[in-house]
T-cell receptor, first 111, second 115 residues
Framework: AQSVTQLGSHVSVSEGALVLLRCNYSSSVPPYLFWYVQYPNQGLQLLLK??????LVKGINGFEAEFKKSETSFHLTKPSAHMSDAAEYFC?????????FGAGTRLTVKP | KAGVTQTPRYLIKTRGQQVTLSCSPI?????VSWYQQTPGQGLQFLFE???????NKGNFPGRFSGRQFSNSRSEMNVSTLELGDSALYLC??????????????FGPGTRLTVL
């Protein structure tokens, strides 16, 4: 079964700065990969997903992620952080009908 | 299209009681998955229902059960509640037909507090 590791439980950036949230998967076969965002007291909202069609995936709200098989990574980036990006972000991997989530990264955006 | 709805949004129960949570998936979706989210354990998969049948199951005790109706609505039941069952319970719906590429869409969750 695959597992997902998110490096950094907390990330803090200034408004306008680059956002980089790290995700590594562990699987003998590259799984399908997802990034979700969760705002306080809400469910998870899909940001983007990788399904092998393209290694660079563009999502909503200006986020994108790049799949790198050699590094088993699927890091999430956004060129310029906005205050409204403050939330918790989850990376997830699905393979053989098994969906696994990372522990989450809480993003704080400073004015 | 309306999103995934979960009722109730908040619940307070005492130890030993049982509870039933409800989830209505996106129209046309046939798969409903349930997750438990806690600060300590994160997001953990409970089970998935597809066309009224349990298709996948996580590693939770038998006190946790579910079912799905012919209209794809699903319920989750927890019997003999324990303090550790306090959590946000999330429901996710998907078509159920696209295998591992199937995207799950989440509801707002039900916050269960066990006293």
């Amino acid at each position: 079964a695959q597992s997902v590791t998110q490096l950094g439980s907390h990330v803090s950036v200034s408004e306008g700065a680059l956002v980089l949230l790290r995700c590594n998967y562990s699987s003998s076969v590259p799984p399908y990969l997802f990034w979700y965002v969760q705002y306080p007291n809400q469910g998870l909202q899909l940001l983007l997903k990788y399904t092998s069609a393209a290694t660079l995936v563009k999502g909503i709200n200006g986020f994108e992620a790049e799949f790198k098989k050699s590094e088993t990574s699927f890091h999430l980036t956004k060129p310029s952080a906005h205050m409204s990006d403050a939330a918790e972000y989850f990376c997830a991997a699905k393979g053989n009908n098994d969906m696994r989530f990372g522990a989450g990264t809480r993003l704080t955006v400073k004015p | 299209k309306a999103g995934v709805t979960q009722t109730p949004r908040y619940l307070i129960k005492t130890r030993g009681q049982q509870v039933t949570l409800s989830c209505s998936p996106i129209s046309g979706h046939r798969s409903v998955s349930w997750y438990q989210q806690t600060p300590g354990q994160g997001l953990q998969f409970l089970f998935e229902y597809f066309s009224e049948t349990q298709r996948n199951k996580g590693n939770f005790p038998g006190r946790f059960s579910g079912r799905q109706f012919s209209n794809s609505r699903s319920e989750m039941n927890v019997s003999t509640l324990e303090l550790g069952d306090s959590a946000l319970y999330l429901c996710a719906s998907s078509s159920g037909l696209a295998g591992d590429t199937d995207t799950q869409y989440f509801g707002p969750g039900t916050r269960l507090t066990v006293l």
